[in-house]
Protein backbone atom coordinates (compact mmCIF):
# COMPACT_ATOMS: atom_id res chain seq x y z
CA UNK A 1 0.00 0.00 0.00
CA UNK A 2 0.74 3.27 -0.48
CA UNK A 3 2.20 5.93 2.41
CA UNK A 4 -1.50 7.38 2.58
CA UNK A 5 -3.26 4.22 2.19
CA UNK A 6 -1.38 2.53 5.27
CA UNK A 7 -2.57 4.38 7.95
CA UNK A 8 -5.85 2.87 6.87
CA UNK A 9 -4.57 -0.37 8.03
CA UNK A 10 -6.04 -2.24 11.02
CA UNK A 11 -3.55 -3.78 13.43
CA UNK A 12 -4.54 -7.30 15.00
CA UNK A 13 -6.84 -6.93 18.06
CA UNK A 14 -5.29 -8.80 21.12
CA UNK A 15 -8.21 -10.43 23.17
CA UNK A 16 -6.76 -9.22 26.37
CA UNK A 17 -6.90 -5.45 25.48
CA UNK A 18 -10.28 -6.23 23.72
CA UNK A 19 -12.52 -3.04 24.36
CA UNK A 20 -15.03 -4.23 27.00
CA UNK A 21 -18.04 -1.93 24.91
CA UNK A 22 -17.53 -4.74 22.09
CA UNK A 23 -20.13 -6.56 21.09
CA UNK A 24 -18.62 -7.70 18.32
CA UNK A 25 -14.92 -9.27 18.62
CA UNK A 26 -12.97 -10.79 15.80
CA UNK A 27 -9.37 -11.97 16.68
CA UNK A 28 -7.08 -13.54 13.84
CA UNK A 29 -9.71 -15.53 12.43
CA UNK A 30 -8.73 -17.72 9.02
CA UNK A 31 -11.33 -19.34 6.91
CA UNK A 32 -10.02 -22.23 4.31
CA UNK A 33 -11.79 -23.88 1.44
CA UNK A 34 -8.95 -26.63 0.33
CA UNK A 35 -6.08 -24.68 -0.69
CA UNK A 36 -7.84 -21.18 -1.07
CA UNK A 37 -7.82 -18.83 2.03
CA UNK A 38 -10.89 -16.83 2.36
CA UNK A 39 -10.13 -15.11 5.48
CA UNK A 40 -6.79 -14.89 6.47
CA UNK A 41 -5.79 -13.39 9.94
CA UNK A 42 -8.68 -11.12 10.42
CA UNK A 43 -9.09 -8.79 13.56
CA UNK A 44 -12.06 -5.94 14.58
CA UNK A 45 -14.20 -4.90 16.80
CA UNK A 46 -17.64 -3.60 16.83
CA UNK A 47 -18.97 -1.11 19.48
CA UNK A 48 -22.72 -1.04 21.01
CA UNK A 49 -24.49 1.50 19.34
CA UNK A 50 -21.78 1.73 16.17
CA UNK A 51 -23.18 1.33 12.66
CA UNK A 52 -19.88 -0.06 10.95
CA UNK A 53 -19.60 -0.73 6.79
CA UNK A 54 -18.17 -3.78 5.57
CA UNK A 55 -16.72 -3.34 2.40
CA UNK A 56 -15.01 -5.69 -0.09
CA UNK A 57 -14.96 -6.56 -3.83
CA UNK A 58 -16.43 -9.68 -4.65
CA UNK A 59 -14.50 -13.14 -3.38
CA UNK A 60 -13.13 -10.87 -0.78
CA UNK A 61 -14.03 -13.01 1.70
CA UNK A 62 -16.54 -10.76 3.19
CA UNK A 63 -19.46 -13.17 3.03
CA UNK A 64 -17.37 -15.77 4.42
CA UNK A 65 -17.14 -13.65 7.88
CA UNK A 66 -20.41 -12.90 8.14
CA UNK A 67 -21.51 -16.42 7.86
CA UNK A 68 -18.79 -17.52 10.41
CA UNK A 69 -20.02 -14.16 12.82
CA UNK A 70 -23.42 -15.59 12.61
CA UNK A 71 -22.06 -19.52 12.87
CA UNK A 72 -22.76 -20.97 9.73
CA UNK A 73 -19.47 -21.56 9.08
CA UNK A 74 -16.40 -22.66 12.17
CA UNK A 75 -12.89 -20.70 11.61
CA UNK A 76 -9.97 -22.62 11.16
CA UNK A 77 -8.02 -20.60 13.37
CA UNK A 78 -8.59 -17.59 15.32
CA UNK A 79 -11.89 -16.27 17.53
CA UNK A 80 -15.07 -14.48 17.51
CA UNK A 81 -16.99 -13.39 20.49
CA UNK A 82 -20.42 -11.87 20.28
CA UNK A 83 -21.99 -9.89 23.10
CA UNK A 84 -19.15 -11.76 25.36
CA UNK A 85 -19.36 -15.08 24.45
CA UNK A 86 -17.34 -17.34 21.97
CA UNK A 87 -18.91 -18.79 18.88
CA UNK A 88 -17.36 -21.44 19.03
CA UNK A 89 -18.09 -22.42 22.79
CA UNK A 90 -21.49 -21.81 22.90
CA UNK A 91 -23.06 -21.27 19.16
CA UNK A 92 -26.59 -21.38 20.73
CA UNK A 93 -26.08 -18.31 22.90
CA UNK A 94 -24.07 -15.87 20.23
CA UNK A 95 -27.42 -16.91 17.36
CA UNK A 96 -29.73 -15.91 19.74
CA UNK A 97 -27.54 -12.19 20.28
CA UNK A 98 -27.46 -11.91 16.77
CA UNK A 99 -30.51 -10.86 13.79
CA UNK A 100 -29.82 -11.95 10.62
CA UNK A 101 -30.59 -10.38 7.08
CA UNK A 102 -29.23 -12.59 4.20
CA UNK A 103 -28.67 -10.99 0.79
CA UNK A 104 -31.55 -13.03 -0.96
CA UNK A 105 -33.19 -12.53 2.05
CA UNK A 106 -35.66 -15.95 2.00
CA UNK A 107 -39.08 -15.40 3.07
CA UNK A 108 -41.94 -17.93 2.91
CA UNK A 109 -43.98 -16.58 0.31
CA UNK A 110 -47.37 -17.85 0.68
CA UNK A 111 -47.43 -16.97 4.18
CA UNK A 112 -49.06 -13.70 5.79
CA UNK A 113 -46.44 -11.13 7.14
CA UNK A 114 -48.59 -11.32 10.59
CA UNK A 115 -48.12 -15.49 9.69
CA UNK A 116 -44.50 -14.78 8.92
CA UNK A 117 -43.45 -13.26 11.95
CA UNK A 118 -45.48 -15.34 14.47
CA UNK A 119 -43.45 -18.24 13.07
CA UNK A 120 -40.41 -16.52 13.62
CA UNK A 121 -41.46 -15.88 17.26
CA UNK A 122 -42.18 -19.23 17.87
CA UNK A 123 -38.81 -20.32 16.54
CA UNK A 124 -36.90 -17.60 18.78
CA UNK A 125 -39.20 -19.15 21.85
CA UNK A 126 -40.98 -16.01 22.34
CA UNK A 127 -44.36 -16.21 24.32
CA UNK A 128 -47.15 -14.80 26.09
CA UNK A 129 -46.33 -11.05 26.82
CA UNK A 130 -43.15 -11.04 25.82
CA UNK A 131 -44.29 -12.23 22.33
CA UNK A 132 -47.06 -9.71 22.03
CA UNK A 133 -44.96 -6.74 23.02
CA UNK A 134 -41.69 -7.93 20.81
CA UNK A 135 -44.54 -7.70 17.56
CA UNK A 136 -46.02 -4.83 18.42
CA UNK A 137 -43.03 -3.51 18.43
CA UNK A 138 -41.09 -4.45 15.36
CA UNK A 139 -44.31 -3.75 13.55
CA UNK A 140 -44.11 -0.19 14.26
CA UNK A 141 -39.89 0.26 14.35
CA UNK A 142 -40.30 -1.25 10.67
CA UNK A 143 -43.34 0.12 9.39
CA UNK A 144 -44.90 -2.74 8.02
CA UNK A 145 -48.66 -2.49 9.66
CA UNK A 146 -50.07 -1.51 6.19
CA UNK A 147 -49.14 -4.92 4.75
CA UNK A 148 -48.69 -6.85 8.24
CA UNK A 149 -52.01 -8.93 6.70
CA UNK A 150 -51.07 -9.40 3.43
CA UNK A 151 -49.19 -12.08 1.86
CA UNK A 152 -46.04 -11.71 1.50
CA UNK A 153 -45.80 -12.51 -2.42
CA UNK A 154 -47.85 -9.64 -2.85
CA UNK A 155 -45.16 -7.00 -1.49
CA UNK A 156 -42.57 -4.30 -3.13
CA UNK A 157 -39.44 -5.14 -2.86
CA UNK A 158 -38.98 -2.51 -0.51
CA UNK A 159 -41.74 -4.09 1.95
CA UNK A 160 -39.81 -7.36 1.40
CA UNK A 161 -36.56 -6.28 3.23
CA UNK A 162 -38.49 -4.59 5.88
CA UNK A 163 -40.09 -7.82 6.68
CA UNK A 164 -36.70 -9.36 6.35
CA UNK A 165 -35.32 -6.41 8.85
CA UNK A 166 -38.36 -7.51 11.45
CA UNK A 167 -37.63 -11.41 11.25
CA UNK A 168 -33.71 -10.23 12.31
CA UNK A 169 -35.08 -7.64 15.05
CA UNK A 170 -38.04 -9.63 16.39
CA UNK A 171 -36.04 -11.50 19.44
CA UNK A 172 -34.48 -7.23 20.10
CA UNK A 173 -30.73 -8.70 19.09
CA UNK A 174 -27.85 -6.61 20.85
CA UNK A 175 -26.32 -7.56 17.37
CA UNK A 176 -27.68 -6.91 13.87
CA UNK A 177 -25.80 -8.57 10.82
CA UNK A 178 -27.28 -6.76 7.13
CA UNK A 179 -25.99 -8.07 3.86
CA UNK A 180 -26.98 -5.47 1.41
CA UNK A 181 -30.37 -4.45 3.07
CA UNK A 182 -31.10 -2.06 0.53
CA UNK A 183 -30.34 -4.32 -2.49
CA UNK A 184 -33.03 -3.97 -5.45
CA UNK A 185 -34.60 -1.15 -4.20
CA UNK A 186 -35.56 2.00 -5.84
CA UNK A 187 -34.07 5.72 -4.95
CA UNK A 188 -36.82 6.50 -2.27
CA UNK A 189 -37.01 2.63 -0.83
CA UNK A 190 -33.24 3.14 -1.07
CA UNK A 191 -33.58 6.56 1.73
CA UNK A 192 -36.41 4.95 3.78
CA UNK A 193 -34.34 1.86 4.46
CA UNK A 194 -31.04 4.13 5.25
CA UNK A 195 -33.24 5.88 7.83
CA UNK A 196 -34.50 2.90 9.50
CA UNK A 197 -31.06 1.24 9.47
CA UNK A 198 -30.00 4.30 11.72
CA UNK A 199 -32.36 4.43 13.83
CA UNK A 200 -31.73 0.41 14.47
CA UNK A 201 -28.35 1.03 15.15
CA UNK A 202 -28.99 3.70 17.91
CA UNK A 203 -29.32 1.17 20.58
CA UNK A 204 -27.68 -2.21 18.55
CA UNK A 205 -24.31 -3.15 17.14
CA UNK A 206 -24.97 -2.82 13.36
CA UNK A 207 -22.75 -4.63 10.56
CA UNK A 208 -23.96 -3.40 7.40
CA UNK A 209 -22.36 -4.83 4.02
CA UNK A 210 -22.64 -3.46 0.65
CA UNK A 211 -21.33 -2.70 -2.50
CA UNK A 212 -23.09 0.85 -2.75
CA UNK A 213 -20.78 3.77 -1.23
CA UNK A 214 -23.56 6.02 -1.13
CA UNK A 215 -24.59 4.10 1.94
CA UNK A 216 -21.44 3.90 3.75
CA UNK A 217 -21.46 7.54 3.24
CA UNK A 218 -24.96 8.43 4.44
CA UNK A 219 -25.55 5.42 6.84
CA UNK A 220 -21.77 4.68 8.68
CA UNK A 221 -19.88 5.63 10.94
CA UNK A 222 -16.58 3.67 10.60
CA UNK A 223 -16.01 1.51 7.76
CA UNK A 224 -14.15 -2.36 7.67
CA UNK A 225 -12.41 -2.98 3.76
CA UNK A 226 -11.15 -6.05 3.44
CA UNK A 227 -9.44 -7.28 0.28
CA UNK A 228 -8.64 -10.98 -0.60
CA UNK A 229 -9.23 -12.25 3.45
CA UNK A 230 -7.23 -9.51 4.70
CA UNK A 231 -8.07 -6.06 6.66
CA UNK A 232 -6.86 -3.23 4.33
CA UNK A 233 -8.47 -0.19 6.50
CA UNK A 234 -10.43 0.03 9.58
CA UNK A 235 -11.24 4.14 10.00
CA UNK A 236 -13.77 6.21 10.48
CA UNK A 237 -15.71 7.38 7.47
CA UNK A 238 -15.02 10.96 7.94
CA UNK A 239 -11.16 10.05 7.61
CA UNK A 240 -11.75 8.33 4.34
CA UNK A 241 -13.43 10.76 2.78
CA UNK A 242 -10.84 12.94 3.92
CA UNK A 243 -8.36 10.15 2.14
CA UNK A 244 -10.46 10.83 -0.98
CA UNK A 245 -8.96 14.64 -0.98
CA UNK A 246 -5.91 13.22 -1.34
CA UNK A 247 -7.01 11.00 -5.17
CA UNK A 248 -7.99 14.68 -6.66
CA UNK A 249 -8.11 14.25 -10.34
CA UNK A 250 -8.13 16.83 -13.08
CA UNK A 251 -10.12 16.21 -16.46
CA UNK A 252 -8.77 17.31 -19.95
CA UNK A 253 -10.24 17.15 -23.15
CA UNK A 254 -7.76 19.01 -25.47
CA UNK A 255 -6.71 19.57 -29.40
CA UNK A 256 -3.37 20.16 -30.03
CA UNK A 257 0.33 18.49 -30.26
CA UNK A 258 2.72 17.31 -27.99
CA UNK A 259 0.26 17.62 -25.59
CA UNK A 260 1.83 14.77 -23.11
CA UNK A 261 5.00 16.13 -23.31
CA UNK A 262 3.95 19.60 -22.56
CA UNK A 263 1.98 18.73 -19.14
CA UNK A 264 4.93 16.62 -18.22
CA UNK A 265 6.54 20.25 -18.09
CA UNK A 266 4.23 21.19 -14.96
CA UNK A 267 5.11 20.23 -11.18
CA UNK A 268 2.08 19.80 -10.18
CA UNK A 269 0.88 16.86 -12.12
CA UNK A 270 1.59 13.32 -10.88
CA UNK A 271 0.49 11.50 -13.67
CA UNK A 272 -1.23 11.53 -16.87
CA UNK A 273 -3.56 8.80 -18.22
CA UNK A 274 -4.64 8.97 -21.59
CA UNK A 275 -8.41 8.30 -22.08
CA UNK A 276 -9.20 8.37 -25.47
CA UNK A 277 -9.77 10.58 -28.34
CA UNK A 278 -12.63 11.95 -30.41
CA UNK A 279 -12.36 14.04 -33.93
CA UNK A 280 -9.06 14.67 -33.27
CA UNK A 281 -9.46 16.07 -29.12
CA UNK A 282 -7.88 13.91 -26.77
CA UNK A 283 -9.04 13.43 -23.53
CA UNK A 284 -6.96 12.63 -20.23
CA UNK A 285 -7.30 11.97 -16.77
CA UNK A 286 -4.72 14.02 -14.94
CA UNK A 287 -3.34 12.67 -11.01
CA UNK A 288 -2.26 15.61 -8.98
CA UNK A 289 0.45 15.86 -5.74
CA UNK A 290 -0.73 16.90 -2.75
CA UNK A 291 -3.42 19.85 -2.77
CA UNK A 292 -1.88 21.54 -5.41
CA UNK A 293 -4.22 22.15 -8.25
CA UNK A 294 -2.62 22.46 -12.37
CA UNK A 295 -5.30 24.04 -14.01
CA UNK A 296 -3.96 27.44 -14.21
CA UNK A 297 -1.06 26.39 -15.33
CA UNK A 298 -2.86 24.04 -17.84
CA UNK A 299 -4.94 27.10 -19.44
CA UNK A 300 -1.64 29.20 -19.42
CA UNK A 301 0.52 26.15 -21.52
CA UNK A 302 -2.68 25.84 -23.92
CA UNK A 303 -2.45 29.15 -24.90
CA UNK A 304 0.98 29.28 -25.28
CA UNK A 305 1.27 26.61 -27.38
CA UNK A 306 -2.01 27.10 -29.38
CA UNK A 307 -4.05 24.31 -27.86
CA UNK A 308 -7.41 24.48 -28.07
CA UNK A 309 -9.26 23.22 -24.83
CA UNK A 310 -12.96 21.56 -24.36
CA UNK A 311 -12.35 20.60 -21.38
CA UNK A 312 -10.69 21.57 -17.92
CA UNK A 313 -12.32 20.55 -14.45
CA UNK A 314 -11.41 18.62 -11.24
CA UNK A 315 -13.49 15.65 -10.48
CA UNK A 316 -15.01 15.56 -7.64
CA UNK A 317 -12.80 12.70 -5.05
CA UNK A 318 -15.15 10.26 -4.13
CA UNK A 319 -15.68 7.30 -1.40
CA UNK A 320 -14.91 5.27 -4.38
CA UNK A 321 -11.77 6.10 -5.20
CA UNK A 322 -10.94 5.32 -1.84
CA UNK A 323 -12.00 1.61 -1.46
CA UNK A 324 -10.44 1.32 -5.69
CA UNK A 325 -7.46 2.15 -4.29
CA UNK A 326 -7.36 0.11 -0.96
CA UNK A 327 -8.39 -2.92 -2.32
CA UNK A 328 -6.11 -2.56 -6.04
CA UNK A 329 -3.02 -2.04 -3.69
CA UNK A 330 -3.85 -4.94 -1.56
CA UNK A 331 -4.60 -7.03 -4.70
CA UNK A 332 -0.63 -5.41 -6.14
CA UNK A 333 1.23 -6.20 -2.85
CA UNK A 334 0.07 -10.19 -3.01
Known amino acids: MTDNSAKHESQAVDPAAASPTATIQVHGVTKRF ?24 NGSGKTTTMRMLTSFYTPDAGSIMVNGTDTQQDDIET ?68 VGLAQAILHRPPVLVLDEPTEGLDPNQRISMRDLIRHLGSDRTVLLSTHVMQEVESTCERALVISRGKLVANSSVEDLIQHAMELRSVRLEV ?29 YTISVLGDADPRADIFRLAKSRGWVLWELHQEQPRLEDVFQALTTDAESSE
Do not use: C, W
Open 34 to 57: GARIAVDNLSFEVNRGEIVGFLGP
Open 95 to 162: RSSIGYLPENNPLYEDMLVSEYLSFVAELRGLSGAERRENLDSTVEETGIQEVYYRPIHELSKGFHQR
Open 255 to 283: EGSQIEAGLATIGAIDSVEPTGTNEGRKS
